[in-house]
């Protein structure tokens, strides 16, 4: 074989391997928040409690369904109808090749699931409160990351009032939280909560996950 001809082949060769690496599918991205409020703060609660949602988004990015999987009343209601207005920059995944198509395939927008996970504390700083405990009402599916491990922040010692804050945490494979960001903030709130969900631990997805966690944080009630 000439040295010609094999230049000629390995040009061809790294030629069709280009094309081969510039064909290859990118893994799907997760459904991003948009927009929508955070539930009130039940104004009778006497206690705390957790409530943990997958949610269902639409390949228009709008809330398809929601299923409870963690609950406890009254704190259930409030979440839910919060996140049923949500809209959400839905998931997207690799549109196939036609046949002979070459080139980076197009994105196009897909449904998909991700976590809403609530935590409210209770209003009384020290002593035991009242109220229910949480109840676990359905085992969550393999599309979403489901904590294993959760804290709740403390309240700001210089803090007035009450606050509740949305975050939007981004899961690795190991089921660690590896950035988050405030979302919808409550001012002096903000640096409890996002240093509570950097101690939270996830059962990770199957794919890349996002998780929304509420922090709600009452006005204490001294006890006397």
Not at 96 to 103: E, F, V
Not at 122 to 141: I, K, M, N, W, Y
Not at 190 to 201: E, I, M, S, T, V
Request: hydrophobic letters at 45%; glycine letters at 8%.
């Amino acid at each position: 074989m000439s040295l010609k001809y094999m230049s000629k082949s390995l040009a061809v060769a790294l030629c069709l391997i280009g094309v081969g690496v510039s064909a290859q599918s990118r893994a799907p991205s997760p459904a991003h928040y948009q927009s929508g409020g955070v539930p009130a703060l039940p104004a009778l609660a006497v206690a705390g409690g957790e409530v943990m949602l997958e949610v269902d988004v639409a390949a228009d990015g709008r809330v398809a369904s929601v299923t409870p999987l963690r609950v406890t009343p009254p704190f259930t209601d409030a979440v839910v109808n919060a996140v049923r207005g949500w809209r959400f920059q839905p998931a997207e995944q690799d549109a196939p090749l036609r046949p002979g198509q070459t080139g980076k395939p197009p994105r196009v927008p897909v449904p998909s699931k991700v976590l809403v996970a609530a935590v409210f504390r209770a209003p009384a700083l020290t002593g035991p409160t009242l109220g229910q405990l949480p109840a676990e009402v359905r085992a969550a599916s393999a599309e979403v990351a489901f904590p294993l491990a959760t804290t709740i922040p403390s309240f700001p010692p210089n803090a007035r009032g009450s606050g509740v804050v949305l975050l939007e945490g981004k899961v690795d494979g190991a089921g660690a939280v590896t950035s988050s960001r405030v979302i919808r903030s409550a001012a002096a709130f903000d640096d409890p909560a996002r240093q509570a969900l950097q101690q939270w631990r996830f059962r990770p997805a199957r794919r890349a996950a996002n998780v929304y966690v509420i922090f709600g944080f009452p006005e204490p009630i001294v006890q006397r």
